[in-house]
């Protein structure tokens, strides 16, 4: 079992800068590929980015490429998500989640374990 808790949520201007962070709790975190997602009101769940337990190979999703980094530090046992040029679309809560089976899958269904999430408010 992992349990996860999201950090760094807040209040920003559009073209501001946020670094998020999840810190996994146990010893087995590097068994673990991490995803971030989204959620806006009456929305889905989006895709944010995702990162490999093994080589560090990441992936993203179309809206967030070039602005957004994922990274991994897996002696602290934590994901970051570096949120930079924030827009007003950025506006949602962020969960990080975490995936045994290392596929880097686009799709929340594929994740094992999730965070309670942290809210991100992008001002016009």
């Known amino acids: 079992q992992v349990q996860l808790v999201e950090s760094g949520g807040g209040l920003v201007q559009t073209g501001g800068s946020l670094r998020l962070s999840c810190a996994a709790s146990g010893r087995t975190f590097n068994r673990y590929a991490m995803g971030w997602f989204r959620q806006a009101p009456g929305k889905e769940r989006e895709f944010v980015a995702a990162i490999s337990r093994s080589d560090g190979s990441t992936t993203y999703g179309d809206s967030v490429k070039g602005r957004f980094t994922i990274s991994r530090h897996d002696a602290k046992n934590t994901v970051y998500l570096q949120m930079n040029s924030l827009k007003p679309e950025d506006t949602a809560v962020y969960y990080c989640?975490?995936?045994?089976?290392?596929?880097?899958?686009?799709?929340?269904?594929?994740?094992?374990?999730w965070g309670q999430g942290t809210q991100v408010t992008v001002s016009s």
């Open positions: 989640a975490a995936d045994l089976s290392n596929t880097l899958s686009s799709r929340p269904g594929a994740y094992d374990y």
